[in-house]
């Protein structure tokens, strides 16, 4: 499986700004994911990033809230912008593998405090 | 629409008894079904996963899970629980060329003493 990681692991940060969270494949990934998981609760798909594209987003996310970048097959960012408490969380991302078709595997994720 | 039930919130067991979480899921074609375990402050690691074939699928730290297609059922089985075993467990569904997976709840494990 790939070896996934994400930065920073943890931040605490100030209403009305916005972070940046980093994921890094060590190897080409055809997908990746942004996965939102709120306290207690379970995961929910914010959105794919494909290399080359746009990206996909789920029902209830929006790019201007949420951009993505995916500059090339190892490595992806997802911001959190103009952020408020609502939106403390743990961030994940997953890549499907090439070598493994339909199987997700997840980073460490970024868990993020919003005051 | 895909959904996963897991119907125990959280899952109180002694260390060495067994350990069964329970997953149902609603799917409109062949599911991929896994289970991920999630300790404390980590991410979400592979336990197990079921495309095809033998219904009862072996997977890491002991663990192995039974798909029962006419129950819509993939339950997670353990015989002899280790206090490392203390995490939240998440049944997932997706399918063939279906990146989306979609996730139950999750359930809690207590191990004690």
Same mark, same amino acid.
């Given at each position: 499986?790939?070896?996934?990681?994400?930065?920073?692991?943890?931040?605490?940060?100030?209403?009305?700004?916005?972070?940046?969270?980093?994921?890094?494949?060590?190897?080409?990934?055809?997908?990746?994911?942004?996965?939102?998981?709120?306290?207690?609760?379970?995961?929910?798909?914010?959105?794919?990033?494909?290399?080359?594209?746009?990206?996909?987003?789920?029902?209830?996310?929006?790019?201007?809230?949420?951009?993505?970048?995916?500059?090339?097959?190892?490595? #992806?960012?997802?911001?959190?912008?103009?952020?408020?408490?609502?939106?403390?969380?743990? =961030?994940?991302?997953?890549?499907?593998?090439?070598?493994?078709?339909?199987?997700?595997?997840?980073?460490?994720?970024?868990?993020?405090?919003?005051? | 629409?895909?959904?996963?039930?897991?119907?125990?919130?959280?899952?109180?067991?002694?260390?060495?008894?067994?350990?069964?979480?329970?997953?149902?899921?609603? =799917?409109?074609?062949?599911?991929?079904?896994?289970? =991920?375990?999630?300790?404390?402050?980590?991410?979400?690691?592979?336990?197990?996963?079921?495309?095809?074939?033998?219904?009862?699928?072996?997977?890491?730290?002991?663990?192995?899970?039974?798909?029962?297609?006419?129950?819509? #059922?993939?339950?997670?089985?353990?015989?002899?629980?280790?206090?490392?075993?203390?995490?939240?467990?998440?049944?997932?569904?997706?399918?063939?060329?279906?990146?989306?997976? #979609?996730?139950?709840?999750?359930?809690?494990?207590?191990?004690?003493?």
């Amino acid at each position: 499986s790939a070896v996934i990681s994400q930065k920073p692991s943890r931040d605490i940060c100030q209403r009305g700004t916005s972070l940046t969270i980093q994921c890094q494949v060590d190897s080409q990934v055809t997908m990746m994911f942004w996965y939102r998981q709120q306290p207690g609760q379970s995961l929910t798909l914010i959105a794919t990033a494909n290399q080359g594209s746009e990206a996909t987003y789920e029902s209830g996310f929006v790019i201007d809230k949420f951009p993505i970048s995916r500059p090339n097959l190892t490595f #992806s960012t997802l911001t959190v912008s103009n952020m408020s408490p609502e939106d403390s969380s743990i =961030y994940l991302c997953s890549v499907d593998s090439a070598a493994t078709t339909d199987t997700q595997y997840f980073g460490p994720g970024t868990r993020l405090l919003v005051l | 629409a895909q959904s996963v039930t897991q119907p125990d919130i959280h899952i109180t067991v002694s260390e060495g008894a067994s350990l069964e979480l329970r997953c149902n899921y609603s =799917y409109g074609a062949t599911p991929y079904l896994f289970w =991920y375990v999630q300790s404390p402050g980590q991410g979400l690691q592979l336990l197990l996963k079921y495309f095809s074939g033998d219904t009862l699928v072996q997977g890491i730290k002991g663990f192995e899970a039974e798909f029962k297609r006419s129950q819509s #059922s993939f339950n997670l089985r353990k015989p002899s629980v280790h206090w490392s075993d203390a995490a939240e467990y998440f049944c997932a569904v997706g399918g063939n060329n279906d990146y989306k997976l #979609s996730f139950g709840a999750g359930t809690t494990v207590t191990v004690r003493a």
